[in-house]
C-alpha cells in the first residue's frame, strides 16, 4: 500500500557547496524549491526569496542591486563577484529530502539526509561564523552537531574540534512567508556580519 510519504519521490540537492577562498561566514538554508521557481542556477534562486535583496541592502545601501527586474531573475555574476569579494561560502543543510506537499514549505520537508558542516568548514579553515536562515536549517544543524538551536539573532558556540570553535547563528527566514519587514531582516543578517568581520 502506498503511503503519504511514498508519493512524493526523495530529491537530491541540485549544486555544490559555494566555498570561496578565504570565506569567514557559511549561510546556509535548508532545501532549493523546485526548479520551476528557479530565477538563476544558484542559491535561493526564487525571485520572490528576499535573501539577495537584503544581501543588496547589506553591501550596496540597494535591496534591488543584484536583482535585474525588467527579466525577473538575479544577476548571478554580481551575486558571486559579492561573495568571492566579502568572503561569503553558501550550502544548505540537507542533502536529500522528500516534499511532503509537492512545495518549497520548510513545514512539509521531510529530511532525509542532512549536511555535516564540519565537511564544508575543513574547506574553508577561515570561517568563524555558521548562519542558518530559519527555524528549520537552525533545527537540522542542531540535530548534525549536537548543540541547541539558538534563539533568533543569537548564537550557540560549536566546539568543532580541539582547535576550533564555530558560531551557529539562527537568522530569520528570507521567504517573504515570514511576517517581518526587509528591513528587520537585514539588521539581524547585518549584526551577524559585523561579528563575523565581514563588515
Not at 521531510?110 to 564544508?120: F, H, K, R, S, Y
Amino acid at each position: 500500500m502506498q503511503t503519504e510519504e511514498s508519493r512524493y519521490e526523495i530529491e537530491t540537492h541540485p549544486w555544490k557547496p559555494w566555498l570561496p577562498v578565504g570565506a569567514k561566514v557559511l549561510f546556509m538554508g535548508t532545501f532549493p524549491p523546485g526548479n520551476h521557481r528557479w530565477s538563476m542556477d544558484f542559491y535561493y534562486p526564487n525571485p520572490t526569496n528576499d535573501f539577495w535583496r537584503i544581501m543588496g541592502l547589506i553591501f550596496e545601501d540597494d535591496p534591488q542591486a543584484l536583482y535585474i527586474p525588467a527579466e525577473k531573475r538575479f544577476d548571478l555574476s554580481r551575486i558571486k563577484a559579492l561573495t568571492e569579494r566579502y568572503g561569503i561560502a553558501m550550502s544548505d543543510t540537507v542533502k536529500k529530502a522528500r516534499r511532503l506537499r509537492g512545495n518549497a514549505s520548510d513545514k512539509f520537508l521531510e529530511v532525509i539526509e542532512g549536511n555535516d558542516p564540519a565537511d564544508l568548514l575543513a574547506a574553508i579553515p577561515q570561517c568563524t561564523d555558521l548562519a542558518t536562515t530559519g527555524e528549520k536549517a537552525a533545527d537540522v544543524i542542531a540535530g548534525i552537531t549536537g548543540t541547541e538551536a539558538p534563539a533568533m539573532g543569537r548564537y550557540t558556540i560549536w566546539d568543532m574540534s580541539e582547535n576550533r570553535s564555530i558560531r551557529i547563528w539562527r537568522l530569520p527566514s528570507t521567504s517573504r512567508a515570514y511576517p517581518l519587514r526587509l528591513e528587520k531582516k537585514a539588521a539581524y543578517y547585518r549584526d551577524m556580519l559585523s561579528l563575523a568581520g565581514v563588515l
